[in-house]
């Protein structure tokens, strides 16, 4: 969903020749007709397996430049296997370990990688790293983010607008937070609250753990991260969280034979029945809002730091929001990669390339794709 429109955003610009690779053949298809819909300009396409990291290093080492569009299961695999190509690379996926673990190998063969380079983590890093170091001090960063279907349907009133098997992820791992400059644990979906936004109404936040390397680096002693949805969403994942829906461990249930029983996974069962049911048609209009505010002090007075975006489908090349505000930032900085502006070796975060001529390249690169981002600052 998000790595075609990558790779069409790619292929429009003539100074790159363009490959991607899965090992689903409806993936590989949707991503030439993507690219095919927004340029007129041809991509190549490889059948490969990227669950293995020998395969993702023998593709990487025939190219110059690498983008990562997977699962967050197997992202921290696959960017050790591109640094091991020695391959520069800029990268979405949401996985759970510390992709910075890699930054000396990424170091010692060379390698400049840029990881979660999306929406959030991406672009709410890059400005929780901006207002860090424009604030002094910054004491207070907050995060609300979502994905939304812009109509609401009952039961989910929500659809993936990425892997929902990662959607999932974030009902289940507990949330890293900041309080009084220390890191605590909240389990997910903790703590709702309702939010206004404007130009969709009232949603209800939850925490998630979202604030990823955010969590350490920087010196602010508060910050979190909070997922926005549809009020009612909330209770009915925890519903199905406590009864046991999203485990991933065996079960034993009678088989449908009425002879023995057989182990199955529950999260697999509602994978299944849900999953369908979450999946945009071609065309569905989605919604993305984001929200990220900073508190502080500036020049000497108290100062608000804010930005905030409400996107929508573009009607034009029917790329669903979601994947709009995820996959430019990408192509953007890899665009920034390839011609040697950033040229810090190691694995990086948004917030540590957080500079002022690179906050103001994204924002206007992004505008230029008709993903606006509000900027406010107010005095307090």
């Keep these: 969903m998000?790595?075609?429109?990558?790779?069409?955003?790619?292929?429009?610009?003539?100074?790159?020749?363009v490959t991607v690779a899965d090992k689903r053949?409806?993936?590989?298809?949707?991503?030439?007709?993507?690219?095919?819909?927004?340029?007129?300009r041809a991509i190549e396409t490889v059948a490969a397996d990227l669950g293995d990291p020998a395969s993702v290093t023998r593709l990487a080492s025939g190219h110059d430049l690498v983008l990562g569009a997977l699962s967050s299961k197997i992202g921290l695999q696959t960017l050790r296997a591109v640094i091991e190509a020695g391959k520069n690379y800029c990268d979405i996926s949401f996985?759970?370990?510390?992709?910075?673990?890699?930054?000396?190998?990424?170091?010692?063969?060379?390698?400049?990688?840029?990881?979660?380079?999306?929406?959030?983590?991406?672009?709410?890093?890059?400005?929780?790293?901006?207002?860090?170091?424009?604030?002094?001090?910054?004491?207070?960063?907050?995060?609300?983010?979502?994905?939304?279907?812009?109509?609401?349907?009952w039961p989910f009133q929500y659809k993936a607008g990425f892997s929902p098997a990662d959607v999932i992820e974030e009902y289940t791992?507990?949330?890293?937070?900041v309080e009084h400059g220390v890191v605590v644990v909240r389990p997910a979906l903790s703590e709702p609250e309702l939010v206004?936004?404007?130009?969709?109404?009232?949603?209800?936040?939850?925490?998630?753990?979202?604030?990823?390397?955010?969590?350490?680096p920087l010196k602010v002693p508060s910050m979190k991260e909070k997922t926005m949805r549809y009020p009612g969403h909330i209770e009915l994942m925890r519903v199905f969280r406590e009864t046991g829906l999203f485990r991933e461990n065996a079960i034993a249930v009678p088989c449908a034979t009425g002879n023995g029983m057989a182990q199955v996974r529950p999260l697999d069962v509602i994978s299944t029945l849900m999953f369908p049911m979450w999946t945009y048609e071609e065309g569905e209009p989605d919604?993305?809002?984001?929200?990220?505010?900073?508190?502080?002090?500036?020049?000497?007075?108290?100062?608000?730091?804010?930005?905030?975006?409400?996107?929508e489908l573009d009607p034009t090349t029917k790329f669903t929001s979601m994947a709009r505000t995820t996959a430019f930032p990408c192509t953007i900085v890899a665009r920034l990669i390839a011609a040697g502006k950033i040229g810090a070796k190691g694995v990086l975060a948004p917030e540590m390339i957080a500079e002022d001529w690179l906050v103001k390249?994204?924002?206007?690169?992004?505008?230029?794709?008709?993903?606006?981002?509000?900027?406010?600052?107010?005095?307090?």
């Design 2 to 17: 998000v790595g075609s429109v990558m790779a069409a955003d790619l292929a429009a610009d003539p100074a790159f020749l």
């Design 25 to 40: 053949p409806e993936a590989l298809e949707m991503a030439k007709t993507r690219a095919a819909r927004m340029s007129g």
């Design 95 to 153: 996985m759970a370990e510390d992709a910075l673990s890699l930054s000396d190998l990424a170091k010692a063969r060379g390698v400049t990688a840029v990881v979660d380079m999306g929406v959030a983590p991406g672009m709410s890093n890059l400005l929780a790293g901006y207002a860090a170091r424009t604030l002094a001090p910054c004491e207070n960063i907050e995060i609300y983010v979502g994905g939304l279907p812009k109509e609401r349907r």
């Design 173 to 177: 791992r507990p949330s890293r937070i």
């Design 196 to 216: 206004d936004f404007p130009g969709v109404g009232t949603l209800e936040a939850f925490n998630t753990d979202g604030l990823r390397s955010l969590a350490t």
């Design 287 to 311: 919604l993305t809002v984001m929200r990220v505010l900073a508190d502080g002090v500036r020049d000497g007075k108290r100062a608000r730091l804010v930005w905030d975006v409400l996107d």
């Design 361 to 380: 390249h994204l924002l206007v690169e992004l505008e230029k794709r008709g993903v606006g981002y509000r900027e406010s600052h107010v005095g307090r």
